[in-house]
């Protein structure tokens, strides 16, 4: 199995935080387990080049898939999903702010959906999974995607904002700032900052951050699972355990250590891989 990211080109750098790529073929007979996939602080574009994935949404019970080419905002909720034994996934993690300056479509738009990314970009989006499947590196499947993605950039683009110059940094700390203090950074009042956020994220500043702080604190226990949740919760910035806890119980309908056992049955788990990207 292959589990990498790539950093985007200087062109892409001030929109997308990151390329993520998972690779495996799984000949075992029968299917991978059910990959249990919590609230993230990401908007993505991704690229299924071989099988597709169905999720299933918790809460709702509603049902998305068999899409070759899929973008979606932030998930508020835990999902399931449940993907093919023949898997190549190009993945597009946009910065914050990024998909909106990508398409310049308010991103409350996004928020809880799969969507057939096909009904959003320009038609060249049907080729590049035929152009990945040529491909024989990594790298040169990263450079299809960035080619179309600087395609799409020239073709309906918009300027950076405020907001954006604000949360640039927010994934090179592992403490969560407050809005306040964002609010400060963009040189805007609370109030006006947290409407434009809203817009360009489709979710709230405040609970961005929470989604942002309880990430840190899952991939943390999956780093270093020999450390105590106490001991995660202080790094991570919560009051206590019980701070921590109410978080996770809140984003994922689970305990901590609930949680982490059923993610010790992930698919990536059975390649000896752990989610910590």
Known sequence: MVLQEYKPSLMLSEHIRTFRLVHYEYKLD????????????????SFYARDCETVEYQNSGTKAGNLSSVLFGHQTELTNRFVGNNFLLIQVVFKPGGLYRLTGIPCNNFTNQYIDAEAVFSKEIKQVNDKINDCKSYLQMIEVVETFLIHELTRTGCDQHAVDIATTNLFSTSLTPTVDVLAKIAC?????????????????????????????????????????????AISCGYYDYQHLARDYKDLTGYTPNVFHQIDLNAPERIFGEADTY
């Open 30 to 45: 029968g299917s991978l387990p059910i990959k249990a996939y919590p609230p993230r602080p990401e908007q993505c574009l």
């Open 188 to 232: 805007q009042s609370t109030r006006h900052f947290e409407r434009n956020f809203k817009e360009r994220m489709g979710i709230s500043p405040k609970y961005y951050l929470k989604v942002m702080r309880f990430e840190n604190a899952f991939r943390m226990k999956n780093k270093n699972p020999q450390l105590d949740w106490l001991s995660i």
